[in-house]
């Protein structure tokens, strides 16, 4: 039997390497699939404690209650909080703002803080993205509580989230507000608009959260449009994976509690990436986040945009 050449053989292993080469990146290709989606997902502990370290093996991912795989998961780094103060509060809850400055200040080098006021249905800025904390804590000021302010925080919102480039890291919006919609009358149980800002901070995976807070016009002192008001709030921290804060219809005694819970809240989320296809139009798909893990439960949106396919 003739023995091989060097060199043929030299050549044989060449293309055997090639062709190794080509399989594993139509492999890669195949596994990467036609798109990707990344959610913010908050670990919750036991009575609202820091949650033990959650792993990619512990995280378990349904899509429209099929289990998907998890194509990553990595502890939040750097985060964008914009805080989305209603101009029509009441002007006392500006005693307050001590509680506000010690949060924001006390925030990582890695939260980048902006502070925008909402009238007339936009997002007025008054300091922009910054992690000099004292900066932004300086650009709080008293609600002007009347006037033009009484529009529609709704419409604030999607102001807010229209003019906010894309991005990777983790996006977070703390809005302060009654929640009442006096742009639409305030009349109805549920805002107009409320869909379509949870539908884009969805979209955009920005987490909403939402303190109750009076406003200084007389349909904030009524109790049913106060709580109609605040279930609005609730929803819409709900459904975009964050949390509201309220106590009763009634201004907070000291709003330093929900501020120490959402800095925990903070410092405990991870990106959350799977692979998947929206079709040729992109859609949205409801999506639920689970553990195994003792004690930890998840805050995360209860939908995500599957992009789409060209």
Same mark, same amino acid.
């Given at each position: ?55 990619? /093996? ?40 001590? /509680? ?8 990582? /080098? ?201």
């Amino acid at each position: 039997m003739m023995k091989k050449s060097s060199s043929s053989i030299r050549v044989v292993r060449m293309l055997g390497c090639l062709a190794l080469a080509f399989g594993l990146f139509v492999a890669n290709a195949v596994a990467a699939g036609p798109g990707t989606v990344t959610m913010t997902v908050t670990a919750v502990g036991k009575k609202d404690t820091s949650p033990p370290l959650v792993t990619k /093996d512990d995280v378990q991912l349904y899509l429209n209650k099929e289990r998907t795989q998890v194509a990553d998961w990595k502890h939040g780094g750097k985060l964008y909080l914009a805080v989305l103060i209603d101009d029509s509060l009441d002007s006392g809850i500006a005693n307050q703002w001590g /509680d506000l400055k010690a949060f924001l200040t006390s925030q990582p /080098d890695t939260t980048y803080i902006s502070v925008c006021y909402a009238r007339n249905g936009t997002a007025m800025l008054a300091q922009d993205f910054t992690n000099d904390h004292e900066l932004a804590a300086k650009a709080l000021r008293i609600p002007l509580g009347g006037g033009g302010a009484f529009s529609s925080p709704y419409l604030a919102l999607l102001d807010l989230m229209k003019r906010w480039p894309a991005s990777a890291d983790r996006r977070s919006i703390l809005l302060l507000s009654s929640g009442i919609d006096y742009f639409r009358g305030g009349f109805d149980f549920r805002s107009p608009d409320l869909d379509s800002v949870i539908s884009r901070a969805q979209k955009q995976n920005i987490n909403v959260w939402t303190i109750y807070a009076p406003d200084a016009g007389h349909r904030g002192r009524g109790f049913f449009i106060a709580n109609r008001a605040q279930s609005n709030l609730s929803e819409l921290s709900d459904e975009t994976g964050a949390e509201s804060f309220y106590l009763g219809t009634a201004a907070p005694v000291t709003l330093k509690p929900y501020f120490d819970e959402l800095s925990t809240h903070l410092s405990n989320q991870y990106l959350l990436t799977f692979k998947a296809s929206g079709g040729t139009k992109g859609r949205f798909e409801r999506v639920r986040i689970a553990t195994e893990l003792p004690y930890v439960e998840f805050l995360a949106a209860s939908q995500a945009f599957l992009p789409a396919v060209k």
